[in-house]
């Protein structure tokens, strides 16, 4: 910002005395030159919405939003579209061909990836790694150093971030004993049942928490209750019909869950896999104890 005579003149304090300020928009050069724009199939269909300092949802809503937060989206859900920023990000970032990581990304599911990305194991891990000075902000090439396991069935995973996504949504207190104790330790379970067995915590290294808990667990309607649910939130015209169908989902879901929860709860072989792979030394640095 300049005086009226092209000088810049400042008081003490470092702001203007006089002058004539003015704010560049709506121009050739202001805001397109001075943005770094996206593509449009990035927000289109299924995507992963993480905030900078906030754990991710998972958006069908075809949601636009800006540097704030952060977009995840499959390489096969990208598939036909090319464009700069696609182009440099794969030549900087990795040595695979495209269709390589294409054919790749179909061996995973968004909320399996979110399950991993939103566990505590993913935050201390991401928390080690990042550029970033403030703690719990991270950039996107942060995400790229995080390891996501192979998992052939992805099921109980898939049905814990729908029970997740929508129990956050209502604001239960059962959505506590999902996440911070049966997610996290299904996530540590993943990472570590190595570990687990070589420390003779486990008798081999395989997913036991995964089979006791995918014995309990019951799918719920989530993806139709959810659009429902966006629409009367975001819309505010949802048909009788259409309220008459959320209010039965909702109804049916949380019976479901709280079904699960009881049973889940109440299982001590559950409760005592839980307590174990919570007592093992690695789990307990990443929990911070």
């Known amino acids: 910002m300049t005086h009226r005579n092209g000088q810049e003149r400042c008081d003490k304090r470092g702001s203007f005395k006089d002058g004539i300020r003015y704010l560049e928009w709506g121009t050739e050069r202001v805001p397109l030159k001075v943005s770094r724009p996206t593509f449009e199939e990035l927000y289109i269909g299924k995507k992963i919405i993480r905030g900078r300092l906030s754990e991710g949802i998972i958006d069908s809503q075809n949601i636009i939003t800006n540097d704030s937060n952060l977009i995840f989206k499959l390489f096969s859900d990208l598939k036909g579209v090319n464009n700069r920023s696609i182009q440099n990000s794969i030549k900087k970032h990795n040595s695979l061909s495209r269709e390589k990581l294409e054919k790749i990304s179909k061996n995973y599911t968004y909320k399996y990836?979110?399950?991993?990305?939103?566990?505590?194991?993913?935050?201390?891990?991401?928390?080690?790694?990042?550029?970033?000075?403030?703690?719990?902000?991270?950039?996107p090439d942060d995400f790229r150093k995080l390891p996501i396991k192979k998992l052939k069935n992805q099921g109980v995973f898939v049905n814990l971030v729908n029970y997740l996504q929508f129990l956050y949504s209502l604001d239960s207190s059962m959505a506590d004993f999902f996440d911070r104790q049966l997610a996290d330790s299904l996530v540590y379970e993943l990472y570590f049942c190595e570990k687990f067995n070589e420390d003779d915590f486990y008798p081999e290294p395989k997913h036991y928490l995964l089979d006791l808990v995918s014995k309990?667990?019951?799918p719920i309607e989530y993806d139709r209750w959810s659009d429902l649910h966006w629409k009367a939130q975001l819309e505010d015209n949802l048909s009788a019909a259409g309220e008459q169908e959320l209010?039965?989902?909702?109804?049916?879901n949380l019976q479901t869950i709280e079904e699960v929860y009881n049973a889940l709860s109440n299982d001590e072989e559950v409760k005592a896999h839980i307590m174990k792979i919570k007592e093992h030394p690695w789990v307990r640095v990443v929990e911070g104890e």
């Not at 566990?119 to 950039?139: G, M």
């Not at 209010?247 to 049916?252: H, I, N, T, V, Y």
């Open 216 to 218: 309990h667990l019951k």
């Open 113 to 139: 990836l979110l399950a991993v990305i939103n566990s505590t194991f993913a935050n201390r891990y991401l928390n080690a790694v990042r550029r970033h000075k403030l703690k719990n902000y991270f950039y």
């Open 247 to 252: 209010a039965r989902l909702e109804k049916e």
